[in-house]
């Protein structure tokens, strides 16, 4: 008798081992996002209030590289390189999805169910590129854009919305100051309120003029939304002169989350570097303020920003890793800098 109860204890606590070790095995680790104000500072924080950082990889426009949009890939990203966020540029312009707006939503859509399937963060990123001014006619469509994903998607803890991803003076845009950012502000707080009405309290990312580079403005007049930050987008071998940085300090100091949605580590047009001494001053800034970070491109672009060697296969393969001869300089950097080596 006595033995039949001592193995029904053995069998109890085993079966309690492993439904513990299952459980922790299927915990997700995204987890819904507010901003919230630690030590002085707006960060973002998970639903026990603990502070978080996402970092990651943002893909290349959706029109030219979405064979990135694949199980393995962003398998690997979560896994072999330690990303807990992606992002998705829905171009609007340059044969995006002004153009052909139903595949670019299916683009899009398999993108975001890949992120989830592999318990990523997703940034939907309205890619506004040319022209700079949001208002512009050729982005007419972002009201209906958001109101179709957050109603496939209602409320979904894995996807961050990002309005507009930089504003500028191209094009007969937005000026580089305080009237600028009103412009950029009047668009975004339209769709935000459309968000929130309709029950969706995600995480909103608005950009700011001179391509995203003006939180400071954007602090000055923040828009009356709790889960609202601002980008601050850089290339590190551009915008290393401290101007850029000092408007980020401006922001973080004067009360709004900043939340890099998009840097390179090569100059701002895309090419020559990687600029690393450069690109650690940035990163080491951005961790110790609890900044997120998303890197461009996860693609395998010939240029010096893109994280795989030209013409290499952005499917990696069943084993969900890239080999060190497939990634680029670039690569291994951001790699090593997301496994914290
Ligand atoms: C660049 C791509 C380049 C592409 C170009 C199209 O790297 O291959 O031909 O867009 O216009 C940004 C933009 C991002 C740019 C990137 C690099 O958000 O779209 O991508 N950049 O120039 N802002 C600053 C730099």
């Not at 709004?256 to 600029?275: D, I, L």
């Amino acid at each position: 008798m006595k033995k039949v109860l001592g193995l029904g204890i053995i069998g109890i606590v085993l079966v309690s081992i492993i439904v513990m070790v299952f459980t922790f095995m299927n915990s997700s680790s995204v987890s819904k996002l507010s901003i919230a104000e630690v030590e002085g500072q707006k960060v973002l924080v998970d639903e026990k209030g603990e502070v978080v950082q996402l970092r990651g990889m943002s893909a290349h426009g959706l029109q030219w590289y979405s064979s990135i949009l694949n199980e393995n890939a962003f398998a690997a990203f979560k896994n072999d390189w330690n990303a807990n966020v992606v992002r998705l540029p829905l171009y609007i312009g340059e044969n995006g999805y002004a153009k052909n707006p139903e595949a670019m939503m299916e683009k899009m859509i398999k993108g975001i169910d890949l992120a989830i399937a592999n318990d990523l963060y997703v940034i939907v990123d309205w890619h506004v590129h040319y022209p700079g001014d949001p208002n512009h006619e050729d982005y007419a469509g972002a009201m209906d854009f958001f109101k179709e994903i957050s109603s496939l998607y209602p409320n979904h803890p894995n996807i961050i919305y990002e309005v507009a991803n930089e504003p500028s003076e191209r094009g007969d845009g937005v000026t580089n100051d305080r009237e600028g950012w009103l412009k950029v502000k009047t668009y975004a707080e339209p769709i935000i309120k459309m968000l929130r009405d309709h029950g969706n309290e995600n995480l909103v990312l608005v950009g700011s003029p001179s391509w995203s580079q003006r939180p400071d403005l954007a602090a000055d007049d923040p828009i009356d939304d709790s889960n609202t930050a601002y980008t601050l987008h850089f290339y590190s071998g551009s915008h290393s002169d401290g101007h850029v940085m000092n408007n980020a300090k401006y922001a973080l100091e004067n009360g709004v989350a900043v939340f890099v949605s998009e840097f390179g580590t090569s100059e701002s047009n895309g090419h020559n570097g990687p600029y690393i001494e450069e690109s650690d001053e940035w990163l080491d800034f951005l961790d110790e303020h609890h900044v997120s970070w998303v890197n461009w491109s996860a693609s395998n672009k010939y240029e010096s920003s893109a994280v795989l060697m030209p013409d290499t296969n952005m499917d990696p393969g069943e084993d969900q890793v890239w080999s060190d001869e497939e990634i680029t300089e670039a690569g291994h950097y951001i790699r090593d800098r997301l496994l914290g080596k």
